[in-house]
């Protein structure tokens, strides 16, 4: 079992920034794949970023590509998400997850953990 909680969230103006920090607890950190998804108010849960064991990896989605950054401290057992000229459609609620199989997932389902989700609210 695996413990995730997330931090970090809030609400800034378009243009600013925010970073989410996500602590895990429980099992091996490194032995899981991370990833952030957020789900906006009637839209389904989307992928943000994932990262590797490692941290070596990573992946991002089209619409954050350039102005969001993961990355992981395995000594600290957390993933952060480093987030820049946000913009009002990245409001949603985000969510740290954790996937025992390895491989840069994109898919919620191949995630075995879950957070309670930080809100992030971008205003215009």
């Known amino acids: 079992q695996v413990q995730l909680v997330e931090s970090g969230g809030g609400l800034v103006q378009a243009g600013g920034s925010l970073r989410l920090s996500c602590a895990a607890s429980?099992?091996?950190?490194?032995?899981?794949?991370m990833g952030w998804f957020r789900q906006a108010p009637g839209k389904e849960r989307e992928f943000v970023a994932t990262?590797?064991?490692?941290?070596?990896?990573?992946y991002y989605a089209d619409s954050v590509k350039g102005r969001f950054t993961i990355s992981r401290d395995n000594a600290k057992n957390t993933v952060n998400l480093q987030m820049n000229s946000l913009k009002p459609e990245d409001t949603a609620v985000y969510y740290c997850?954790?996937?025992?199989?390895?491989?840069?997932?994109?898919?919620?389902?191949?995630?075995?953990?879950w957070g309670q989700g930080t809100q992030v609210t971008v205003s215009s």
């Open positions: 429980g099992r091996t950190f490194s032995n899981y794949v």
């Open positions: 990262i590797s064991r490692s941290g070596q990896n990573t």
């Open positions: 997850a954790a996937a025992s199989r390895n491989g840069l997932w994109q898919r919620h389902s191949n995630y075995d953990y």
